[in-house]
Each structure stands twice: as C-alpha cells, then as structure tokens.
C-alpha cells in the first residue's frame, strides 16, 4: 500500500494504504458527491461526479478511479468542477421522470439533494426518452426504468456482494437500461427478494414496495383481526429511522406504537425466517434439478422439505435435524462489523470499537445457534490464514468427504492459500470453493471467508444401510456419510419427477431464437 503526501485544496493531506484519491480526500473531511461509488463494491467511475483537477497538468479525472501518488496537488471544488457537475446533474435530470412529489424516494433521493445542493434550478434540454413499463412483479421491490440513471450501483451489489446477478445493462448508447435477462419481470427471475439493489439505488429507480396503504386498510377493517410479527433484525434497526441512536433496541417503544394504531396483536418472533427457508428451499430443490451449483450454504437449513416430501412425518423431521446439529461445524472470519450492525446483530459501540482497532471477530455455529467467537486484529487476509491454523485439530478429526470454503468477496490470493493449506493437510477428498449465499452476504459484508465440515463420529440413523451398495459408487467406504447419499438420491429424483416439465430458461431462448 502506498503512503505519502497529498496537496488538496492547498491543504497537506497524509495517505497511508487508502485505495483511491477519492478516500484521502473523504479523510481530509471534505465532501465529495458521488453515485456510483460505494467502498464495498468494485470501481465503476461511471458518473463522473467525483472529478477533480489536477493542479499539474490541468486535467480532470475521477477521483474513485485515480491511486494517490505521493506530491500530487489536486483541486476538489473549482469553478470548472463546478459548471462540470452542474451539467451532469442536469443531464440527468433531463432524462429523468422527476415525479418528485410523488415518489417513494422523493427527501431521500440523491439525485434530488445533489440538485439542490448545487442550485439546478432549470433543465435545458428536453427529454427524448422512450417511456418504460414499470415492474410491479416482486413481492419486495418495484423498479421504475424511468427513473434509472444507469449508476450500476444495483448491478455491481447484486453481482458481487449478494451472487445472483439478476440485473445488468442491456443495449447501447442512449438506449441504455438496466434490466434482468431477456428482459424479464422481476418475479421471473432468482431475485431472492433481499433488498440490497433497492438499498444503494440513489434514486426511485428501485424502491422497497410500500405496503403502508394495505396495513392501514387491514388496520381498520373491523372483520380483520390484525397481528403483527417482528424479525430480530427489525427491533434493532426501525429506531434509526425516529432518530433514535442506531443499535438501541426499541421493541418496548414499537410494540407500544403498534397497540396504539389499531394493531390487535404484536409478537417478537423469528418468522422472517420461516420465509427464508421457503425461498432457499426452492433453490436448492432446483440445483438439485440441474445438478449444481453446489454447495449452497444458508442461514435456515432446507433439509426439512426434502425430508417432507420423502413423507418422513415431522417428528421424524425434527429428530433427523436435531441429530444433525452437534455435528455440524461452521465458523467465519468477518471483516468488519458494519454489516452485523446494520442488520441488528451487534450494537454501534460494537461497530464503532471493531472499526477503530481492526477487530475481525470469528462467527461460529454450534449446535444450531450462532454466536461469536475469538476475536483477531490486524489485517483480514492475516487473519484468515491464523483462524484456519488453528482449526488444524478439528479438522484433522472431521468427516473426510469434504470439507467446505465459502466467502464473499475474498481475495484470489487469499481463498487460494486456505484451499493450500487445507490440501497440504492430505486429509479431505474433496475441497470445495463457493460463494457464499446472500443471507451471509448481507449480515457479514465482503471480506468475509468461512470454512464449514462435519465432525467425526457423525451418526445418521437408518439411512447408513440403505445406500451401501448404490450402484453409482455413492457410498464408497464407510465414512460416506448418509447425507451425501440422500441428496444425490434426491438429484435424481428430481430428475425423474421434472423429465417432462418445461423450463423457463429453455423456453425463453426458444423465443429468442425464434
């Protein structure tokens, strides 16, 4: 990482590792507007509002994209800036649907406070856009092409923070959009419903649908007898938005708001859980259909509806789980606490302790709660490598089928030497790489690398037996597991039960190529 010295605004600025010129200038306390620029995601530079001018050879360039180099003198806020960012603004604004008194992101939108800020009180230009269909499809999000500035925000975070990739630009020139394949509806894709592209949308090109008119109406329909269900997540977070200090858990305030509006019945639940498991259910009955990819890690295991649709009857379900879990080990090394705060797991004193002295905490899994373990300083790609060091016992005792790595958004580098050690270690037959699914994305951030197996002297019950002699080799000693074994039974059941269903994906590029 590079260090030195920085001119900025005639101002001495120090750098010590920051990845761009745009963070030094952050650091410097001076405010730098942005759109396409999140610290999380990959450099897009797409907006140019972040430009600067080069004091040296009277350039502009944009600051995200620019690594600091020791003596550079730079300008942040010049009258050519200015006019720059002036014409951008109103560019887009030009091709804007600007609805503003009626949008659902209308005192929340940056492209709305950017405007402001830099005083565009009129638009020059007139807007030849060709009007788009908004997507009301998604149970979540409602996504408005109109309204889309093409920043690639929600791109990138669909892509590289969450995996799925459903979104992602389609044409050319001022033709331009950000769409799903094949120009799809939203409920017509993977899209998992999280929230994250609405979450970094700086206009209302993708907003968190609004259900606030059918909860009123529920409300006051005096046939409905109305309950309400909070996430653990939820108790946490909703204080931000009533000025609140983040991380206060405010369930006492909120059941009593509730009560107060008419809500009949108010229950602190996991039930949010409960639709996740549905929706990871679904997707992994279909890589089961297509054979991968595997494996899928999530937060609610769906094993319940495999199990279910065998016939095994629910305490049977439950005893199988629950016999399961002892055995099961599974640890992550998190990065930064940002993302465990945002979603209720830890407070903003936590956050803001782990962010100022480096601490990586390790998140562990054991005998199905979750909770956190020994905490590291330094370094995250350091830090990987001593809390896999130290795994080197257990590891050394586990099922040998497999072992997992998972992560988001970890180095090449860095997954390359787990899966190193791991090898050198001679103890696994396999060692498998993935990515980790959104529900550990979006609670753990980028950065964040885990490695999952199953201990030694696993016991599976009446399963052992039943798949000793499969003729696909499946059970290959006695150290296969049952579990290995039931799910690739379970593939090629699927296979069997779905031979003559029409899928979706062949059926659009029949179309296309029609």
Not at 130 to 157: F, H, M, Q, W
Not at 164 to 184: C, E, H, K, T, W
Not at 364 to 387: C, F, H, P, S, T
Request: proline share 3%; aromatic share 8%; hydrophobic share 35%.
């Amino acid at each position: 990482m590079a260090k030195g010295m920085m001119i900025i605004d005639g101002q001495r600025v120090s750098f010590d590792g920051e990845k761009n010129v745009l963070s030094v200038i952050r650091k410097a306390g001076i405010e730098m507007p942005t759109f396409c620029y999140y610290s999380d995601l990959s450099v897009y530079g797409a907006c140019r509002m972040c430009v600067v001018e080069n004091e040296e050879t009277g350039k502009i360039d944009a600051s995200c994209s620019m690594e600091p180099r020791n003596g550079m003198r730079i300008r942040t806020n010049s009258a050519r800036l200015l006019k720059h960012r002036r014409m951008i603004l109103e560019l887009l604004l030009a091709s804007h649907n600007c609805n503003c008194t009626t949008c659902e992101k209308s005192g929340h939108c940056h492209l709305q406070t950017l405007a402001q800020q830099f005083g565009v009180r009129r638009i020059r230009f007139e807007d030849t856009r060709e009007r788009y269909e908004i997507d009301n499809t998604s149970p979540a999000v409602l996504r408005d092409p109109n309204k889309c500035i093409l920043c690639g925000d929600c791109v990138r975070v669909c892509e590289e923070m969450q995996g799925m990739g459903i979104l992602n630009f389609a044409y050319r020139g001022s033709s331009a959009q950000v769409m799903p394949a094949f120009d799809r509806k939203m409920a017509q894709t993977k899209c998992v419903s999280c929230g994250q592209c609405a979450a970094v949308c700086p206009t209302g090109a993708i907003t968190v649908k609004n259900q606030i008119g059918e909860a009123w109406r529920a409300i006051h329909d005096p046939k409905k007898r109305v309950v309400i269900q909070i996430a653990p997540a939820v108790r946490v977070a909703v204080g931000e938005a009533f000025g609140i200090p983040a991380g206060e858990n405010v369930l006492d305030k909120l059941v009593t708001a509730l009560k107060l509006m008419g809500v009949d019945e108010v229950y602190d639940t996991t039930f949010g859980a409960d639709f996740t498991t549905i929706a990871e259910s679904e997707e992994f009955l279909e890589r089961l259909k297509n054979g991968g990819p595997f494996p899928m890690f999530t937060s609610c295991c769906p094993a319940w509806s495999v199990m279910a649709k065998k016939g095994m009857e629910a305490k049977e379900i439950v005893d199988r789980i629950e016999s399961l879990k002892p055995y099961v080990r599974a640890s992550f090394v998190v990065d930064t606490l940002k993302y465990l705060h945002r979603g209720g797991r830890c407070s903003a004193t936590s956050a803001l302790v782990g962010s100022v002295f480096k601490i990586k905490p390790r998140i562990y899994v054991e005998n199905g709660k979750m909770d956190a373990g020994k905490k590291y300083r330094g370094k995250i790609e350091k830090v990987i490598l001593q809390y896999v060091h130290e795994m080197e016992q257990d590891l050394k005792t586990a099922k040998r089928d497999r072992v997992f790595i998972t992560q988001t958004g970890c180095s090449t580098e860095v997954v390359k030497s787990v899966k190193d050690y791991l090898k050198n270690l001679n103890y696994f037959k396999e060692i498998i790489i993935t990515n980790a699914g959104g529900v550990i994305s979006s609670h753990c951030g980028p950065g964040t690398l885990g490695v999952l197996f199953i201990a030694g002297g696993t016991k599976f019950g009446p399963y052992d037996k039943q798949f000793d002699t499969n003729k696909n080799g499946i059970m290959e000693d006695d150290e296969r597991t049952e579990e290995a074994a039931y799910i690739r039974h379970m593939v090629e059941q699927e296979n069997i039960e779905n031979s003559q269903e029409d899928d979706s994906d062949d059926e659009y590029e029949r179309q296309y190529d029609n």
